[in-house]
């Protein structure tokens, strides 16, 4: 049993280095030879030549070497990237981001009374098909517009830490860590997997900026790096939102096990819930002096 847990996480660390640092860095370093290889005119019997008289043990191991160093380089900087890519900046640059977040709460304003028109009447095929759109559109989105962020990624992010709050009264960014100790393994790998696939994107995004750098070399590495920072960026969003489903599906389930393992009372009833999941919060934040009778089981 031992020996197939070690393999499991062996498996999963490789899995993780070889999607978020190694794959990205080697494909960006491949590029750019090509890059430099069209900056010095060269064709393919001439790049043949170069690599079987300059090629050697020592060169492919140096080569090996910026390879992994740029790819722990460029995972130490994904968090500082998402930060960026949600929107989330300095405050002196307020006068950048508080323009794009309005425009982000005003489609949502519209969105949202669409929304609302739709639901209070019978549908036809097609206002059902819209309604359901929109419907998808706005889970993904905070519910209050005044708390929009500047780009699609930071309001996706959002979204996926309002949904326990308003629908248990359970603050995520309180009471995440605890409810990770309380759910099953199969659970946290499945998270784990998910929050891999979005640093991967986001590190796709990292290198795919990088990679506009060589523009001057080659006319064609603009085009190149901005498509595939775009492509990054989508599937960072879609990461984000998968991701979020994830997490309100963990609270979904899971819940009740943090209501027990922290010996406090479950809600009654459903009626309950935002009640008691706001008191455990408050809890959890800073203890409470409330005559709760906190169960011995």
Known sequence: MVDGLWKGLTDRIAERWANVVLLPAALFWLGSGLVWLFRNGWGPQAAERWITQHVTSWWTASV??????SGLLARRLTDPALTLLSGRWLPRLGWVT???ARRWAR?????EARWQVLASRGRAWAEEQEFVTLDAWLRTMPIDPQRCLPTRLGNALAAAERWPREKYGLDPVRCWSRLWLVMPEDTRQELARARGRLEAQVTAWLWSV???????????AAPVGVLAAWLSYRGAVRCVIELGDLQEAAFDLHRTALYRQLRWPPPENAAAEHSTGRRLTAYLWRGSDEAVPLSLD
């Open 98 to 100: 508080r323009p794009m």
């Open 210 to 220: 990088a990679f506009v750098a060589w523009t001057p070399m080659a006319w064609w």
């Open 107 to 111: 489609r949502v304003a519209r969105r």
């Open 64 to 69: 090996l070497v910026v390879v992994l160093l």
